[in-house]
């Protein structure tokens, strides 16, 4: 079993619909991460998260360590944010491990 | 400084072959992380440096991988006798080990490898 697990691996949603991404983790972590990552393969850092809620324009990410989980919102979803998003923790050594993503196709 | 480098960005090479791929940080940053990515798959951490110090390998780093950062600023990723299966994007990214608040580790644009 992965330490970090992502659901679903695939999600196909009409414009507008709101999206949810759900991360699972089973090591001890120092904060988590959410990545997006486009085509081209570059990788954007979207939020750090050790706590609560943080929230950017139409991106909201809540962690919950009791439970070791963690999701990603997209409201008003529009077909830019199509991409992979991946879930990765950082473990007490500064280590990252990565979850396998969650590739989001937003259709116009 | 806009951001981590890599170069190049794409590589075509020949089995057998060896290739050197090259990473600029953030300048202020300490620590420099190499990464692998395959098709359909999250990156998986290779090694990390604090400095000029290699902290930590992966088991995939396999004695034909070896990395360098000589002075703790840029890094290099050298990949002998390459095989296909090491056909992949290697990530490079950098992070301030002060820096708590900010979005943590931040990626390099990615060199993609193709061994044929």
């Known amino acids: 079993k992965n330490e970090v697990e992502q659901s679903p691996q695939n999600l196909t949603a009409q414009e507008g619909e709101f999206i949810t991404i759900n991360c699972s983790y089973s090591v001890g972590i120092s904060a988590l991460h959410w990545l997006q990552q486009h085509p081209g393969g570059g990788i954007v850092s979207l939020f750090m998260l050790s706590s609560g809620k943080k929230k950017h324009g139409r991106l909201i990410a809540t962690i919950n360590i009791q439970e070791k989980h963690s999701s990603l919102h997209i409201t008003a979803s529009h077909p830019r944010d199509s991409a992979v998003y991946i879930c990765?923790?950082?473990?007490?050594?500064?280590?990252?491990?990565f979850g396998k993503g969650t590739r989001l196709h937003i259709l116009p | 400084d806009t951001g981590v480098s890599q170069d190049p960005r794409h590589k075509i090479t020949k089995r057998g072959q060896n290739v050197t791929f090259r990473c600029d940080p953030i300048?202020?940053?300490?620590?420099l992380y190499w990464y692998r990515q395959t098709l359909g798959q999250g990156p998986e951490f290779l090694t990390y440096?604090?400095?000029?110090?290699?902290?930590?390998k992966s088991r995939l780093l396999s004695d034909r991988f070896s990395a360098e950062r000589p002075k703790g600023s840029f890094s290099t990723l050298e990949i002998q006798r390459t095989e296909q299966g090491d056909s992949a994007m290697y990530l490079c990214?950098?992070?301030?080990?002060?820096?708590?608040?900010?979005?943590?580790?931040?990626f390099g644009p990615g060199t993609r490898l193709t061994v044929t």
């Open positions: 300048s202020e940053h300490n620590r």
């Open positions: 440096f604090q400095n000029e110090a290699q902290l930590e």
């Open positions: 990214a950098s992070s301030s080990r002060l820096d708590r608040e900010s979005m943590g580790q931040y």
């Open positions: 990765a923790v950082m473990n007490r050594d500064d280590k990252i491990i």
